[in-house]
């Protein structure tokens, strides 16, 4: 709920430990772009900013900063909603989807997880470039620039608006592959940037896990769907002893 405290490590790094969130200036707000300041493959420099306004209003007091990830949340499953009745065509079938969608338990961690913040907010802006808010140099030049260096994750976004505009909205290809191209030239650069900025740090190394790793892998992505860190207190006896029955107890749960 918005009462709960900071809901896990990351939150505590990355916002109340995080100098260019708790001592914001010029330098330390510009050093989030710098390659070398990365510590893991993951470039996301306006991740961090993201907290500056909250910590310089609210300091260490959790509720706002839940109550801000709520309302994003809550703005991400309406502009849904308002796509979905343009695809479908049908107002109470997008409202069902759009209800499915806000009720998964699989987006309970991404809304009480503070630094998870990212995740909303680059699924706003691509949401938005989906709709065409604006004219069109908007899209490929402010909004998805902004979410991939928020979350570069969104990398594929580009191949899912020209999937979108080749089967969905039955454009010509030629004319879906020319509203994607610009995406994807953003897509490709966040990408290299990521790759250099992990070798940077050794983090490129393959490591062979083998059949075991790759089930244990597999059984985490399940608990993750099924099971996500908002529901852990209702089954505490499960995740001491049987870890692997997570991802069923779940989903039974859901």
Same mark, same amino acid.
Request: net charge positive; glycine share 8%.
């Given at each position: ?105 699989? /987006?309970?961690?991404?809304?009480? /997880? ?49 999937? /979108? ?30 790759? *250099? ?29 099924? *099971? ?6 209702? *089954? ?19």
């Amino acid at each position: 709920g918005l009462a709960a405290p900071f809901t896990s490590f990351d939150d505590t790094e990355y916002i109340l430990e995080h100098p260019a969130v708790v001592r914001p200036s010029w330098g330390t707000l510009a050093g989030t772009f710098s390659l070398s300041s990365t510590t893991s493959a993951i470039y996301q420099p306006l991740a961090s900013w993201l907290f500056v306004l909250d910590y310089a209003l609210w300091r260490d007091r959790p509720v706002p900063y839940h109550l801000v990830n709520l309302l994003l949340y809550q703005g991400l499953v309406a502009l849904l909603y308002r796509w979905l009745c343009r695809v479908l065509g049908d107002r109470r079938q997008a409202l069902w989807a759009a209800w499915l969608f806000a009720l998964h338990p699989v /987006h309970v961690g991404t809304v009480t /997880h503070l630094v998870d913040r990212n995740y909303l907010l680059s699924s706003l802006l691509c949401l938005l470039v989906l709709r065409g808010c604006g004219p069109f140099w908007i899209g490929p030049v402010i909004l998805f620039p902004l979410a991939l260096l928020m979350r570069p994750s969104v990398a594929s976004f580009p191949l899912l608006i020209f999937c /979108h505009d080749l089967f969905i909205g039955r454009l010509p290809w030629r004319a879906a592959f020319k509203r994607a191209a610009p995406l994807g030239v953003g897509s490709l650069l966040v990408v290299g940037v990521n790759l *250099y900025a992990a070798s940077l740090h050794n983090l490129l190394q393959p490591e062979p896990i083998g059949w075991a790793g790759a089930f244990c892998v597999f059984a985490r992505y399940g608990q993750l769907l099924c *099971y996500p860190a908002g529901f852990r207190q209702l *089954y505490p006896i499960l995740e001491r002893d049987f870890s692997y029955a997570l991802p069923w107890a779940g989903l039974l749960l859901a």
